[in-house]
C-alpha cells in the first residue's frame, strides 16, 4: 500500500467533488457532473462537448421521454440550455407547474456505462440521481489538465458492499436499561457510519431480539407524525430492555438510502399528491435504495448468527436470510399509527409488501 489513493479511496474524493459541483473524470470514458450542483460555467464547458444529461429509466418514465439504455437515459443538451434546463430535468419539484420540457431527444448510440457511473455515483453522494456526462478521448490528459479526481467506471458500478470496521464501543446507560453499549462501524469506502446499539449480555449462541433500523430524523429526533419511526424506535428498544438483552442496528440510510435532501423532495411531492413509491419513483429512484447487507454483516460482526426480528417488512427477512443470519421469528412492530401516516402505512403495505 503506497501513498497514492486506491479505487475506492478516490470514489470517496469522487463524491465529494460532485457535491461540490466540481467534475470527475471516469478512466477511459468521460467527465461527469452532478445535475443538482451545476455552475454555468462548467456546463457551458461540457455542453460545447456534445454532453448529455444522464437520468434513470424512473425518471425517463415520468417525463416520457424513451430510456433506450433501459436502466438509464442519455438526453442530448440543447446549445442554448443552461444550468435551470438540466435542473428541471433532474428536479420533478417543478413537473406538474412546468410540465412540457420537451421536445428531449434521447440518444440510442454508444455506451451507456458512462452514464451508469455517474448516476451510481450520485446516488452514493446522496443527490438526485442526474448527471451531465460527456465522452472524452484523453480522460487521463483531461483531468491531468484539470487537476481532476480519476475514477475508475467499473467501481463506481459496482453494488458490492462497503467491508465495515468496528472503531469503538462504549457502556451507555439508558432509560430502557441501564445495561446499554453503543458500537459504532465505519465503512472502508467513507461512506456514512452506522451504529449498534448493545443491550445486556445477549447470548451469541442463541437468536437475539433485534432491529434494524433506518435513520429517520424526522420521526426519530422530531416526532414526526408523517411516518412510524419514532414511535418504531422507542418500542423497539423498550421491549429489548423488558427483555433484558437485544441489538438494535441504527443504520445511516435515511430515506429508505435516498438520503434527508431527496425524503423532502419526496415529502413535497407528496403534499403535491403523489404516494411515497410514487415519489421516489419521479425522484429517479427506486422505491427503496436501501442496502440491508450492511445489517447483516454487523450482525455477523458482532458474533449473532440468528435473530427474532422486529420488523413488518418481508423484505428485511429476506436479505436477512440471504445474507446469512437466520431469522427463526418476525415480531411485529405495529406501533404510531396515526391520521397523517395512515396513508404511507397504506401505500408500503399495498406496494412494498409490508404486514400490517
Ligand atoms: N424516501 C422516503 N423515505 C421515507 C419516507 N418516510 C419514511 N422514510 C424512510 O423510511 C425508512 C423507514 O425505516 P424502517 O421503518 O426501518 O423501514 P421499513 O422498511 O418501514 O420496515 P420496518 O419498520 O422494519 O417494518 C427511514 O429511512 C425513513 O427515513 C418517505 O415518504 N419517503
Ligand atoms: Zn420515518
Request: hydrophobic share 45%; net charge neutral; glycine share 10%.
Amino acid at each position: 500500500m503506497g501513498f497514492a489513493p486506491d479505487d475506492t479511496e478516490r470514489l470517496a474524493r469522487a463524491r465529494a467533488d460532485l457535491r461540490m459541483g466540481v467534475p470527475v473524470v471516469v478512466a477511459g470514458a468521460g467527465v461527469v457532473l452532478a445535475a443538482e450542483t451545476l455552475q454555468p460555467g462548467r456546463l457551458a464547458l461540457l455542453r460545447d462537448m456534445g454532453a448529455a444529461v444522464a437520468i434513470t429509466d424512473w425518471r425517463a418514465r415520468t417525463l416520457k421521454v424513451a430510456a433506450y439504455d433501459g436502466d438509464v437515459a442519455r438526453i442530448l443538451i440543447p446549445t442554448d440550455a443552461g444550468p435551470a434546463w438540466v435542473q428541471a430535468l433532474a428536479n420533478p419539484a417543478d413537473d406538474l407547474r412546468s410540465p412540457m420540457k420537451g421536445p428531449l431527444r434521447a440518444l440510442r448510440d454508444g455506451s451507456a456505462d458512462l452514464a451508469r457511473a455517474a448516476i451510481a455515483l450520485c446516488k452514493s453522494a446522496r443527490l438526485l440521481p442526474a448527471a451531465v456526462v460527456a465522452p472524452l478521448d484523453d480522460p487521463a490528459a483531461f483531468a491531468a489538465t484539470h487537476g481532476l479526481t480519476v475514477i475508475d467506471g467499473f467501481a463506481a458500478r459496482a453494488t458490492d458492499m462497503s467491508p465495515l470496521t468496528g472503531v469503538v464501543s462504549a457502556r451507555l446507560p439508558m432509560s430502557v436499561s441501564e445495561a446499554g453499549r453503543l458500537h459504532v462501524f465505519r465503512p472502508q469506502d467513507g461512506g456514512e457510519e452506522h451504529y449498534a446499539v448493545e443491550i445486556g449480555q445477549p447470548d451469541r449462541a442463541r437468536p437475539v431480539l433485534a432491529r434494524l433500523h433506518s435513520a429517520c430524523f424526522t420521526g426519530d429526533l422530531l416526532g414526526s407524525l408523517k411516518c412510524d419511526c419514532g414511535p418504531q424506535l422507542r418500542a423497539a428498544l423498550a421491549q429489548m430492555g423488558a427483555e433484558g438483552h437485544g441489538v438494535l442496528l441504527y443504520l445511516n440510510q435515511e430515506g429508505r438510502g435516498i438520503g434527508l435532501a431527496n425524503k423532502m423532495r419526496a415529502y413535497a411531492l407528496q403534499d403535491q399528491g403523489f404516494d411515497t413509491v410514487e415519489a421516489n419513483h419521479r425522484l429517479g429512484f427506486h422505491d427503496d435504495e436501501r442496502d440491508f447487507r450492511i445489517g447483516a454483516a454487523i450482525l455477523r460482526q458482532m458474533g449473532f448468527s440468528a435473530v427474532r426480528l422486529l420488523t413488518n417488512n418481508p423484505a428485511k427477512i429476506l436479505r436477512m436470510e440471504a445474507s446469512g443470519i437466520s431469522v427463526v421469528e418476525r415480531v411485529p412492530l405495529k406501533v404510531g399509527e396515526n391520521a397523517h401516516n395512515h396513508a404511507y402505512l397504506a401505500t408500503k403495505a399495498a406496494k412494498s409488501g409490508h404486514l400490517l
